[in-house]
């Protein structure tokens, strides 16, 4: 993320989003707030630009599971957090994978290969 922190204004880190899990009213309320923390979906990093927001996931080799994974994340950020800035998907990776490059510019989502 060094390479690209000058494109950025800031970051966020491990945003929560999802509902989580619905765990048994009869639960005492400590284990009730850590199973909903703990079972929401985690984005690795929410990359801020003048109005646009890059929903980042970060993985060794990246491969078809990530962009799966930005597309639940946006969705679901847009719902918890109603940003007013664009959204765009953004995947962080070491290694190219075949047919990411293509997938990728069709969704229009960032690539970085670091």
Do not use: C
């Not at 639960?27 to 990359?47: F, P, T």
């Not at 990411?100 to 510019?105: E, Q, Y």
């Amino acid at each position: 993320m060094d390479k690209y922190a000058g494109d950025y204004l800031g970051f966020d880190y491990d945003i929560k989003v999802g509902t989580g899990t619905i765990v048994p009213n009869e639960w005492d309320d400590n284990y009730k707030r850590m199973a909903e923390i703990l079972s929401k979906y985690r984005i690795d990093a929410v990359g801020h630009k003048t109005g646009r927001l890059e929903i980042i996931e970060v993985k060794p080799e990246a491969s078809t599971v990530a962009i799966g994974q930005i597309v639940t994340y946006m969705e679901l950020y847009k719902r918890d957090f109603s940003p007013s800035d664009t959204l765009v998907g953004a995947i962080v990776t070491d290694r190219e994978v075949g047919d990411m490059r293509l997938l990728t510019k069709k969704l229009e989502f960032d690539y970085y290969i670091i």
